[in-house]
């Protein structure tokens, strides 16, 4: 099985069926940040399916606290009828804390290479910014902790062109350049103006010996994913020659 533990705030068993009873249109859209304050990532409410490319069976433990008390219960979907959503009734407990552990079960191949030193590094690029953005959040896999820091070679910030919307307002574009100590796959993420990576672009780069992340940030992509367009990038004009111009200043 594959096991993800967060240690969080969970949330209450009456907004359970609200949040799992049907397809799209997430409690994200409204509220973007988690009561601590950080940036939220997802607000079409398909996120939950997408656990069961991974593994037949996929199951929320959740802890939450209310009035002064933790309570815990259950949330279980199976592949074989995704919208079965079965949801256990709380129990009171005293022995966990808030949060939720979510178990995928009978996984359709092994992951190993999440785990492995390439693994390690891939995924060290997606999570950088909001990690280095976030610096009481910590990621560890596999008893791995994600730290961008320590592999860093030197990072800049680059201004590049506003992103004219069908409206004609403007979003300002910030290219956020890393450069790593270890060998990197090269990646363009488009992200939010906050940096969380939404979409990874196609684009090529031939640069020589240089192990680098590009991180192109503004509102205008946040605005793409939205209306999910984002993942159909090269159809969109705008979005292109921001790419281009990231390109080239890389």
């Not at 995928?104 to 492995?116: G, Q």
């Not at 693994?119 to 009481?136: H, P, R």
């Not at 902790?145 to 062109?161: A, F, N, S």
């Amino acid at each position: 099985k594959i096991a993800i533990y967060d240690d969080g705030n969970g949330f209450s068993h009456s907004h359970a069926k609200e949040y799992f009873a049907s397809l799209g249109g997430s409690w994200k859209r409204q509220t973007r940040q988690t009561p601590s304050g950080r940036e939220v990532h997802g607000q079409e409410g398909r996120g939950r399916y997408k656990s069961l490319a991974l593994g037949d069976i996929a199951t929320w433990k959740v802890c939450y606290q209310e009035s002064g008390k933790h309570f815990a219960y259950e949330i279980r979907m199976d592949s074989g009828d995704i919208r079965g959503v079965e949801i256990s009734d709380p129990v009171e407990v005293t022995s966990r804390k808030s949060g939720v552990t979510m178990l995928i079960e009978n996984p359709k191949r092994d992951f190993k290479s999440l785990s492995d030193e390439v693994g390690i590094q891939q995924l060290t690029e997606v999570f950088a910014l909001y990690l280095i953005n976030y610096s009481t959040v910590s990621i560890t896999i596999a008893g791995q902790t994600l730290d961008p820091e320590t592999v860093i070679e030197d990072e800049r910030e680059y201004k590049l062109e506003p992103l004219k919307d069908e409206a004609g307002i403007e979003h300002a574009a910030i290219l956020h350049l890393v450069e790593w100590r270890k060998p990197s796959e090269r990646r363009l993420y488009l992200c939010t103006e906050q940096g969380f990576p939404l979409e990874q672009s196609t684009a090529k780069f031939q640069v020589g010996d240089f192990s680098f992340s590009a991180y192109l940030k503004s509102s205008y992509l946040s605005q793409l994913n939205n209306t999910g367009q984002l993942a159909f990038s090269d159809n969109d004009d705008v979005l292109r020659d921001a790419i281009e111009a990231s390109r080239a200043k890389i």
